[in-house]
């Protein structure tokens, strides 16, 4: 999703679905690519349990606290179980530099999993 709504934005507000229907929005960082936006995440996060049940989301842009900038859109999301993508890190690194770096050690050394989620838009 090449959108210039997206373009600059350091965040989107996700949001995720309960069982019962129930919207669950959540700041995160993303990148573009390929006309999809990628969601670095942990593995046994909220999100992605909550993606397993139902993969359909909606996404704005927001700021840090998750207050959305604009209008939400419908889309859909996919899990990948391979946090390892050169790629993708490389487009994260880009885009937060230090901050994601220190991210990614932070979460290995607790031992925890990251997996990438591609949201693709309806």
Same mark, same amino acid.
Do not use: Q
């Given at each position: ?36 936006? +990628? ?8 999100? $992605?349990? =909550?993606?397993?049940? @139902?993969?359909? &989301? ?37 885009? +937060? ?8 050690? $932070?979460? =290995?050394?607790?031992? @925890?999993?990251? &997996? ?7």
């Amino acid at each position: 999703m090449s959108s210039p709504v997206l373009e600059g934005k350091s965040y989107i507000s996700l949001v995720t679905y309960r069982r019962d229907g129930s919207r669950v929005p959540t700041p995160v960082w993303f990148v573009l690519r390929d006309g999809r936006i +990628y969601v670095w995440t942990i593995k046994t996060s909220g999100k $992605v349990k =909550r993606i397993r049940n @139902k993969p359909a &989301v909606a996404f704005a842009p927001c700021k840090m606290g998750g207050e959305a900038l604009g209008p939400y859109v419908d889309g859909s999301a996919t899990m990948s179980e391979d946090d390892s993508s050169e790629g993708l890190n490389r487009l994260f690194r880009s885009k +937060y530099g230090l901050l994601f770096v220190l991210d990614r050690l $932070v979460t =290995r050394l607790g031992g @925890k999993k990251r &997996v990438f989620l591609e949201i693709t838009p309806s």
